[in-house]
């Protein structure tokens, strides 16, 4: 497997230390692992709006980089009285969406799924444990705009993740800080052309169990190699 689906740049922000992910630096440690393909997200804009003329900056700095490299806009609700001119600021190739960092409200959701099902967009969208960002939150607008392809960024909780991409022709999940435990739960030959391999580089080395994540991360790569599959980046995008 040579693409990585959930690669961030960019500031990063933990409990207790603030980190910077050099773009170049990023796509340079893919590259010698032998990624082609990413798609990259900054966490700069997880600061705020006014950050975005610094997330701009960043993807400037890998326009001419040896991997193939599909940019990711990290939409915020304060983008969207503005978004088109957000969106076409850059060659925004995916729309993220970050339920639990910025507490997006239903009507807010339902505007970037009608804008993306316009333009041709897909959508990537953090999931998790939490009240607002549990995967069937989602289930309403996954089904009311199938042409909009949607991942949901780690799979959390692994049983919806499972039932969603199996139900939604046009769900996908990536395996970014899923446990193999999570994974040999949701992975079989039903799923496996639902399934993106994804590590959230950089962000887990601000983890505080990293040795444990980067394990989970090297075990998850090769179940999902296990699995012969047709889903790369390249025909995800393609489709």
């Given at each position: 497997?040579?693409?990585?689906s ?9 409990k207790?230390r603030?980190f910077?992910f050099e773009?170049k630096?990023v796509?340079s440690?893919?590259?010698?692992v032998g990624?082609?393909e ?6 700069t804009q997880?600061?705020g ?6 997330v ?11 991997i ?6 990290w ?7 503005n ?6 600021s ?9 339920p639990?960092s ?7 959701l339902?505007f970037?799924?009608r ?5 041709s967009?897909p959508?990537i ?15 309403k ?5 199938p042409?909009v392809?949607?991942?949901l960024a780690h799979?959390?909780?692994a ?10 022709e046009n ?7 899923m ?5 040999n739960e ?5 799923t496996?052309?639902?399934m993106?391999y ?5 962000v ?5 169990d990293?040795?444990k994540l980067?394990?989970?991360i090297?075990?998850?790569r090769?179940?999902?190699n ?11 995008f393609?489709?």
């Open positions: 497997m040579n693409y990585d959930h690669v961030h740049i960019g500031v990063f922000k933990n207790t603030t910077y773009p630096k796509l440690d893919l590259k010698c990624i082609k990413v798609i990259l997200m900054s966490t997880n600061s709006i006014d950050s975005f003329s610094e701009l900056h960043e993807f400037s700095e890998v326009e001419k980089s040896q193939k490299v599909h940019p990711g806009l939409c915020l609700p304060e983008m969207i009285s978004f088109d001119y957000y969106v076409n850059y060659k925004w190739e995916i729309l993220k969406i970050h639990y910025q507490k997006w409200k239903n009507g807010e339902e970037v799924f804008y993306a099902s316009k333009n967009l959508i969208i953090h999931t998790g444990f939490f009240r607002n960002d549990f995967c069937y939150r989602f289930v607008f996954i089904k009311k705009y042409n392809k949607t991942i799979g959390h909780p049983e919806e993740a499972k039932y969603m991409i199996l139900k939604y769900c996908y999940l990536d395996t970014a800080f446990n193999p435990s999570e994974l949701i992975l079989d030959k039903n496996r052309n639902k993106l994804g590590s959230d580089y950089l887990q080395y601000a983890h505080p990293t040795k980067l394990s989970d090297d075990k998850n090769l179940l999902l296990f699995f012969d599959s047709d889903l790369t980046l390249e025909n995800f393609k489709k």
